[in-house]
């Protein structure tokens, strides 16, 4: 991990600690151990949004490509979301071992990197939607300046992400991989003049073509985005059983805007390794206007976590030997040289 990597972790870890200590480990554990095996049941719903999500993915599959599935796509979300989720990589590790997946699966690899780079802008233009929703529910569900404060804030995130992902699709209109390499191959070269990069440039400019062909089918880009929106949508129900499971059952628009704001503060922190601590803290603001009890928001946002852990760590497990039996199979196809 970076040292700013590490840096942003601290604080995230201080952050959450600080917001469980303020208000009693012992009161949000004793709420959070209301849901009891109930917990196996959120796990078991996300598979919900983890499979509109995979097929956000398959949405924009080639006919050709034969050899990669719906199935391929759903592990491939499970991967990139374990690895999001769990480990320190940033929202980059995830992408990346999705593309890495795909390819190895039979996809090629520049078609991989397409599919994935488009659907996580897709993803992401839903999220802003439907953080938009969530804020035009704020406005009509409570009064007042808590409510005002938060959906300045939101809105202020929304901006920002806005902006970011819009740099991003013109970036990638504009050959954003063969620019990116040609500057990264044009400083190693100053350090080393002896290998040759062309290879590498020729690559991701290959990757920049298969990115403009799929954004020409816009039939596909819009199946993208609209299942990527109904993930975000049927996720929602993960925040209204939680706190059914937890004693103090919402109505589905109170778990619509807990959800959807939520995603919204914690996307904001997409620095710090699984938003820790930015996510307790959005539902702590949240709560009050729904009215729960400031340990029910912190219980809801460790159940949550808890999921994390229970699709997450057989993800990472999954990944672990898959790359073990790739790497198996790659060099198994070398020839011995004598």
Same mark, same amino acid.
């Given at each position: 991990?970076?040292?700013? &990597?590490?840096?942003?972790?601290?604080?995230?870890?201080? =952050?959450?600690?600080?917001?469980?200590?303020?208000?009693?480990?012992?009161?949000?554990?004793?709420?959070?151990?209301?849901?009891?095996?109930?917990?196996?049941?959120?796990?078991a +719903?996300? +598979?919900?949004?983890?499979? =509109?999500d995979? &097929?956000?993915?398959?949405?924009?599959?080639?006919?050709?490509?034969?050899?990669?599935?719906?199935?391929?796509?759903?592990?491939?979300?499970?991967? %990139?979301?374990?690895?999001?989720?769990?480990?320190?990589?940033g929202?980059?590790?995830?992408?990346?071992? #999705?593309?890495?997946?795909?390819?190895?699966?039979? #996809? /090629?690899?520049?078609?991989?990197a397409a599919?994935?780079?488009?659907?996580t802008? #897709?993803?992401?233009?839903?999220?802003?939607?439907?953080?938009?929703?969530?804020?035009?529910?704020?406005?009509?569900y409570?009064?007042?300046?808590?409510?005002?404060?938060?959906?300045?804030?939101?809105?202020?995130?929304?901006?920002?992400?806005?902006?970011?992902? +819009? &740099?991003?699709?013109?970036?990638q209109?504009?050959?954003?991989? %063969?620019?990116?390499m040609?500057?990264?191959s044009?400083?190693?070269?100053?350090?080393?003049?002896?290998?040759?990069?062309?290879?590498?440039v020729?690559?991701?400019?290959?990757?920049?073509t298969a990115?403009?062909?799929?954004?020409?089918?816009?039939g596909?880009?819009a199946?993208? +985005?609209? =299942?990527?929106?109904?993930?975000?949508?049927? %996720?929602?129900?993960?925040v209204?059983?939680?706190?059914?499971?937890?004693?103090?059952?919402? %109505?589905?628009?109170?778990a619509?805007?807990?959800?959807?704001?939520?995603?919204?503060?914690?996307?904001?922190?997409?620095?710090?390794p699984?938003?820790?601590?930015?996510?307790?803290?959005?539902?702590?603001?949240?709560?009050?206007?729904?009215?729960?009890?400031?340990?029910?928001a912190?219980?809801?946002?460790?159940a949550?976590?808890?999921?994390?852990?229970?699709?997450?760590?057989?993800g990472?497990?999954? =990944?672990h030997?898959?790359?073990?039996?790739?790497?198996? /199979?790659r060099?198994?196809?070398?020839?011995?040289?004598?």
């Amino acid at each position: 991990m970076s040292r700013a &990597g590490t840096f942003l972790l601290s604080i995230g870890a201080v =952050l959450f600690i600080a917001l469980l200590g303020w208000q009693g480990f012992g009161s949000v554990a004793s709420t959070l151990a209301a849901a009891g095996w109930g917990l196996l049941a959120v796990a078991a +719903f996300h +598979f919900a949004p983890l499979v =509109l999500d995979a &097929g956000a993915i398959s949405v924009l599959f080639s006919r050709d490509e034969r050899d990669v599935t719906l199935r391929d796509a759903l592990l491939a979300r499970w991967v %990139g979301e374990s690895v999001n989720s769990l480990m320190p990589a940033g929202q980059i590790g995830g992408p990346m071992l #999705m593309v890495r997946h795909l390819s190895q699966r039979g #996809m /090629r690899a520049r078609d991989a990197a397409a599919v994935i780079t488009i659907s996580t802008t #897709m993803q992401t233009v839903a999220q802003l939607i439907f953080a938009l929703v969530g804020v035009v529910l704020l406005t009509g569900y409570a009064a007042g300046g808590s409510s005002t404060v938060v959906s300045v804030v939101v809105l202020a995130v929304v901006g920002v992400i806005g902006a970011m992902i +819009f &740099g991003f699709y013109i970036a990638q209109r504009r050959g954003l991989f %063969g620019r990116a390499m040609r500057f990264a191959s044009g400083i190693a070269a100053r350090f080393s003049k002896k290998r040759d990069w062309s290879s590498l440039v020729t690559r991701a400019e290959a990757v920049d073509t298969a990115v403009h062909a799929l954004y020409r089918e816009r039939g596909k880009v819009a199946g993208s +985005f609209g =299942l990527s929106l109904l993930g975000w949508i049927v %996720g929602t129900g993960e925040v209204w059983l939680v706190l059914d499971l937890l004693g103090h059952p919402v %109505g589905w628009t109170e778990a619509l805007l807990l959800e959807s704001l939520g995603q919204a503060i914690r996307g904001a922190a997409f620095a710090i390794p699984g938003s820790l601590g930015v996510q307790e803290g959005g539902y702590l603001l949240l709560a009050r206007l729904v009215g729960l009890p400031p340990e029910t928001a912190l219980a809801l946002s460790l159940a949550k976590r808890a999921r994390e852990l229970l699709l997450g760590v057989p993800g990472i497990v999954y =990944l672990h030997f898959v790359e073990k039996g790739w790497q198996r /199979r790659r060099l198994a196809r070398v020839p011995d040289i004598d």
